[in-house]
């Protein structure tokens, strides 16, 4: 267990924001988790429990407890002709994760190549990209319920999961800490390619494989996306926003070239990046934070930026879809403070 205070969050926020926690506490085990949760101290600090702070806006230094799972190892649950069941620990990262499974020939999660982040806040946070969601592949979530204790094990449905949501996410439910992710991946695999511009990347491909959309995806998102190692992000700062199919019938007329997905009978989402880009903000910036030049839904740290910056950045630029569009946008990122 590590237990630090005063600690720097600058490398577990991609934004790379300078701010500093209280107290910093990683376990390695379900054991050192119990004995933190039942800590009278813990419970009468602030606490937050991060993953690799790829969708966090830190306001301000955090005055409580950030906890950090180091919970790792990949178990073989079960094989069989057709998949393949593993336990992943919550503190594995993702895209290592990913590309494990893909150089194995299994399928199922190569269309989230490349996304930062750890298991537990990926299945947390529902990712998706491409066409596919962590929750196509997830059998059950093993959690710890940090008021009573418990271990409980949420089976795909209990999970409730939606467009970048979950149970977990929802301040009315207890707070549970995910230790592991059961996933069910395909040693057959069918592969989901039609999103954008997926199937064009793999055109000249001549065997199509796991490790191959792999590989195409990882180029479309350098493309577009900023690298958070060079250049602080978060990944999308809003969620694409879901309207009546009313007020989307309406603003076709008046932009025939809308791009949009089905989100249900009466409702049609829109990609926030392109309502943006048409309020003319693509590559402009506010200060020391930037709309990123390739992809309209990226705030990016153009250097120094705090977290006051980037949310009087974001709140601009919601200000300016709501004049044009009357539409609201939301953060997909979580602000803290
Ligand atoms: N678009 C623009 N201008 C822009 C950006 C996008 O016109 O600046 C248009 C594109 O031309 C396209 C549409 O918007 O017609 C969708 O763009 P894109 O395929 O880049 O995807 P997105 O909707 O902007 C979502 C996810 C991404 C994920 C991609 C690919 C959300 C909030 N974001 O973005 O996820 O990688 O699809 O599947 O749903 C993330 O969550 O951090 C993230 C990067």
């Not at 790829?54 to 409580?64: A, M, R």
């Not at 795909?156 to 230790?179: Q, W």
Request: some cysteine; aromatic content about 10%.
């Amino acid at each position: 267990m590590k237990i630090e205070s005063n600690y720097s969050l600058e490398q577990h926020n991609t934004f790379h924001l300078p701010v500093k926690a209280r107290w910093f506490m990683e376990y390695t085990n379900e054991e050192e988790l119990g004995r933190i949760l039942r800590d009278e101290y813990f419970q009468e600090c602030l606490s937050l429990h991060i993953g690799s702070g790829s969708n966090l806006l830190f306001i301000n230094d955090y005055n409580g407890i950030i906890l950090h799972s180091k919970i790792k190892g990949m178990e073989l649950i079960e094989s069989t002709d057709e998949s393949i069941t593993l336990r992943v620990g919550a503190g594995e990262i993702w895209d290592e994760f990913v590309a494990y499974a893909v150089a194995q020939g299994w399928g199922g999660i190569e269309n989230l190549s490349l996304i930062p982040g750890e298991v537990g806040a990926a299945a947390v946070q529902n990712i998706g990209a491409y066409g596919v969601e962590i929750k196509d592949v997830i059998v059950e979530v093993e959690t710890y319920n940090q008021l009573t204790f418990e271990k409980r094990i949420f089976s795909n449905a209990e999970c409730l999961y939606g467009y970048r949501d979950s149970y977990f996410k929802n301040p009315h439910n207890d707070p549970h800490i995910v230790t592991h992710v059961t996933f069910r991946l395909s040693k057959q695999p069918r592969f989901v390619l039609q999103y954008g511009n997926l199937e064009k990347e793999l055109a000249g491909c001549e065997e199509l494989t796991p490790l191959a959309v792999r590989k195409a995806v990882i180029d479309i998102r350098r493309r577009k996306l900023p690298d958070p190692a060079e250049l602080g992000n978060a990944g999308s700062f809003f969620k694409n926003p879901i309207i009546p199919r009313e007020q989307f019938e309406r603003l076709k007329q008046a932009n025939p070239n809308i791009p949009a997905y089905p989100a249900g009978e009466d409702a049609v989402k829109v990609p926030a990046g392109w309502l943006i880009e048409q309020c003319g903000l693509k590559g402009k910036s506010f200060g020391p934070v930037g709309v990123y030049e390739k992809q309209a839904l990226v705030l990016v740290n153009l250097g120094g930026a705090e977290g006051h910056e980037i949310a009087l950045a974001a709140e601009s630029v919601r200000e300016a879809v709501r004049q044009r569009f009357g539409i609201e946008l939301m953060p997909e990122v979580q602000y803290i403070g």
